[in-house]
């Protein structure tokens, strides 16, 4: 079975594009969990789904952040306009209760 | 807030030596007690995990410790191989159905051949 899927796996961008990161969950989850992992903070939680609601986004940084679900299979974080200190490594999680199933990352640069 | 305290932050074993990772909780609303295994370039990985009615649980090399009363809980890697070198987090869930992680701040081990 396929696992979580995201892309692109690299993005490296100037600052003040607007920057998106896509993921397809494992198909039948209904949970889906947005995290960054950067050296100095580790791993944070942004953002969660249920059954493509958001439950949810206090670990959201601010409203430059936003994150969608339209359906059970296709999620994404956009980050408009990007900062230099938005780099770092994004996760995307699905799961139907427990275990979560992470993907491999997007690695994002901005410049 | 919740907390999760997790120590050492780095540790180096020697090629079948034992390694032991702590983490420490104070919510006591956790319902399960997993740690992830992540290796460089890759997303983490359920390696093993315990619920909080059980004290220890093995699966191969690995094991877990649990001590509720402590709130406490650790991971031991017997005969530590160089492909375990990786970081590891322990993840503690929150008793709800969404099943969200608290994560540790990860331990990086590296195993010496």
Known sequence: DAGVIQSPRHEVTEMGQEVTLRCKPISGHNSLFWYRQTMMRGLELLIYFNNNVPIDDSGMPEDRFSAKMPNASFSTLKIQPSEPRDSAVYFCASSLGWPQHFGDGTRLSIL | ?113
């Open chain 2, 1 to 113: 807030q919740q907390q999760v305290k997790q120590s050492p932050q780095s540790l180096i074993v020697q090629k079948g030596g034992i390694s032991i990772i702590n983490c420490a909780y104070e919510n006591t609303a956790f319902d399960y007690f997993p740690w992830y295994q992540q290796f460089p370039g890759k997303g983490p990985a359920l390696l093993i995990a315990i619920r909080p009615d059980v004290s220890e649980k093995k699966e191969g090399r690995f094991t877990i410790s649990f001590n509720k009363s402590a709130k406490q809980f650790s991971l031991h890697i017997m005969d530590s191989q160089p492909g375990d070198s990786a970081t590891y987090f322990c993840a503690p869930k929150g008793s709800s159905n969404t099943g969200k992680l608290i994560f540790g701040q990860g331990t990086t081990l590296q195993v010496k051949p």
